[in-house]
């Protein structure tokens, strides 16, 4: 069994920062790639920000200059630290793990009042 579980999130003003956490556990041989999805209501799931096992990173273009993710080399867990947050950012933010199979958190809210 894995687990996905996800931290962090909360609600802030426009331009502060928040930080989201993901760590990965369980029965989980293979990772390759994780990232970060959000889907405010009415949406569709988007791509916010990935990192490959290799080290590539993609960014949507909404989030690029303010949003950065890291994975530490080794370590099953994903950062994504949000700065200069606007209202269009709220939304709940899903961490997903990609490796034999797709697996996501269960989802943390944020919201970002103007």
């Known amino acids: 069994q894995v687990q996905v579980v996800q931290s962090g999130g909360g609600s802030v003003q426009a331009g502060g920062s928040l930080r989201l956490s993901c760590a990965v556990s369980?029965?989980?041989?293979?990772?390759?790639?994780m990232g970060w999805y959000r889907q405010a209501a009415g949406n569709q799931r988007e791509l916010v920000a990935s990192?490959?096992?290799?080290?590539?990173?993609t960014y949507a273009d909404s989030v690029t200059g303010r949003f950065t993710i890291s994975r530490a080399n080794g370590e099953n867990t994903v950062h994504l630290q949000m700065d200069s947050l606007t209202p269009e950012d709220t939304s709940i933010y899903y961490c997903?793990?990609?490796?034999?199979?797709?697996?996501w958190g269960r989802g943390t809210q944020v919201t970002v009042s103007s």
């Open positions: 990192i490959s096992g290799a080290g590539r990173i």
């Open positions: 997903n793990v990609d490796g034999a199979h797709r697996y």
């Open positions: 369980g029965n989980i041989f293979v990772i390759n790639t």
